[in-house]
């Protein structure tokens, strides 16, 4: 017997929260996710361009060696997006972000040596990084294999000197990361079947759980929710 259609809301005409940030590790989806749903809602895009950072693809050839300068420049970055998101918000502009702040110590955090990270804190310390907190997360996450392959389809070269032990370490912290993450509600996404880039159907589920999320954390895969 066949399944009956599949069936959803109508679309929102207004995002649900009036900042969100989408979430996870390298080649899951969080740019094109983002950008369907400004689309959707309406809303501003912040992107984080990591390939404006002149050390990341250096930092992808030699991790211990750039490792520093490549997460000093994110700080330096965030602090500038700081303001945006201030006067985004200070003018009721709806904001989406493929990016949280805090981001930046799970890199920082997995790549550099403890006389470095120490140097880190103590710069991102004095950055004005407050009004970048959003008002929901979406984390998207996908297997180390998963994100291996759509990194190889998409053939960014620097993206392809990335290892799988470093892929693996990342997904690992990502995982940890979020496990304790607290300050805003987090919805966890298994990425890994739902297409929402190509699929106005999983747009549209996706859009539809954001919308309808009261806990603090919840787990979403297409077909249930946990």
């Known amino acids: 017997m066949s399944s009956p259609p599949l069936t959803v809301t109508a679309p929102q005409l207004h995002p ?9 590790p390298i080649g899951v989806g969080k740019t094109s ?13 912040l992107f984080e361009r990591p390939q404006d950072n002149p050390f990341l693809e250096r930092f992808y050839r030699d991790t211990v060696r750039y490792a520093l300068p490549v997460q000093l420049h994110f700080a330096l970055r965030r602090a500038q997006q700081a303001q945006e998101v201030s006067a985004a918000q200070a003018g009721g502009t709806p904001l989406i972000a493929d ?15 403890d006389d470095e990270w120490q140097l880190y804190r103590a710069l991102a310390a004095r950055l004005d990084v407050s009004a970048s907190e959003p008002d929901f997360v979406v984390y998207l996450q996908a297997s180390p294999e998963v994100l291996f392959a759509r990194i190889q389809k998409r053939a960014v070269p620097m993206e392809l000197q990335i290892s799988d032990a470093y892929l693996r370490a990342l997904c690992d912290a990502y995982n940890e990361f979020f496990y304790h993450y607290d300050r805003t509600p987090v919805l966890t996404v298994n990425a890994e079947h739902l297409n929402p880039l190509d699929s106005d159907a999983d747009l549209a589920l996706l859009a539809e759980r954001i919308g309808t999320m009261r806990g603090r954390k919840e787990f979403f895969v297409k077909g249930t929710s946990l």
Do not use: C, K, V
């Not at 649900?16 to 996870?24: K, L, Q, V």
């Open 33 to 45: 996710l983002a950008r369907r749903l400004a689309q959707r809602w309406s809303m501003h895009e």
């Open 99 to 113: 990016f949280i702040t805090q981001r930046n110590d799970i890199f920082a955090r997995l790549t550099l040596q």
């Open 16 to 24: 649900p929260f009036g900042y969100i940030a989408i979430e996870g």
